[in-house]
């Protein structure tokens, strides 16, 4: 099954709605929840940085039998520095995203934890486009 | 602690999902940081004493499968995020008390720490 969303830059009112629609489905289809939770949790992160950073995005799902691929891309200023960003603490979140609860520097290390296979790509001045891939 | 409990502990006034405060609540986790929420492993027994209210609050229990929230110092839900609480089974509380004050409170009635 595949799927696709739109996300725009800034708009703070639907991040999440994707996440949410791809948790619907997960249920819908009898996935284990520990793992729903983590592939919903790794997505709506994403989602996040996306909304937060980019100017706009598509992610596209795939459901297959035995996992889910998740992939993110955006158009934005993309990441200068991949490994610096993967590093717990580190941000450039502005004010806005700080006031709606993120921008503490723990998106990239929590997507970590909660995919099985992680794959950040970007070039800066273009975008970055993010892998998640769950087994179920 | 049963979610009725706790409402008239914390003076609470519940403003959505009045029809499951017969639930149990074994956990607290406190924070407007909702990057740290994500990170929390737990399940619908976990409540979360906020001072955040924005639709992304709603949006973090809904991924983290948080069902009850106590909102503190007064701050008031909006109507999308009472709608999307509603979508989702939770229970919203709102509370004059501050965090420290509604924190300790629970945690003097017994109700325990994440960590």
């Known amino acids: ?20 629609a791809v948790k619907k489905m997960l249920k819908q289809l009898g996935v284990n929840p520990d793992i729903i939770k983590r592939t919903v949790v790794a997505l709506y992160e994403a989602e996040v940085n996306v909304v937060a950073h980019a100017y706009k995005g598509i992610i596209t799902v795939d459901i297959e039998d035995d996992r889910i691929i ?12 991949i490994n610096k960003a993967m590093t717990e603490g580190y941000s450039t979140a502005s004010q806005k995203v700080r006031e709606m609860g993120f921008g503490a520097g723990m998106g990239f ?14 070039t800066p001045g273009k975008g970055t486009s993010v892998e998640i891939i769950n087994y179920f | 602690m049963k979610i009725h409990d706790i409402i008239n502990l914390i003076g609470g006034t519940v403003v959505e999902g009045k029809q499951f405060l017969d639930k149990e609540i074994t956990h607290v986790f406190a924070s407007d940081l909702m990057s ?8 619908e027994s976990l409540l979360l004493v906020t001072g955040l209210a924005n639709l992304q609050t709603i949006r973090t229990c809904e991924m983290s499968d948080i069902k009850t929230v106590i909102f503190v110092r007064g701050k ?27 924190s300790g409170l629970l945690f003097q009635a017994g109700v325990l720490s994440l960590y």
Do not use: Q
Not at chain 1, 4 to 20: H, L, Q
Not at chain 2, 76 to 102: C, D, F, G, H, V
């Open chain 1, 1 to 20: 099954m595949n799927f696709t969303y739109n996300i725009e830059g800034g708009d703070f009112t639907n991040a999440g709605a994707p996440s949410s």
């Open chain 1, 109 to 122: 290390p929590n997507m970590k934890t909660n995919s099985d296979k992680l794959t950040v790509n970007s």
């Open chain 1, 70 to 81: 998740i992939k993110l891309e955006d158009e934005g200023p993309g990441i200068e520095d």
């Open chain 2, 76 to 102: 008031k839900t909006s109507a999308e995020m009472r709608e999307l609480a509603a979508e989702n089974e939770m229970i919203l509380i709102e509370t004059p008390y501050s965090m420290y004050r509604t």
């Open chain 2, 36 to 43: 740290d929420v994500l990170t929390l492993n737990t399940d």
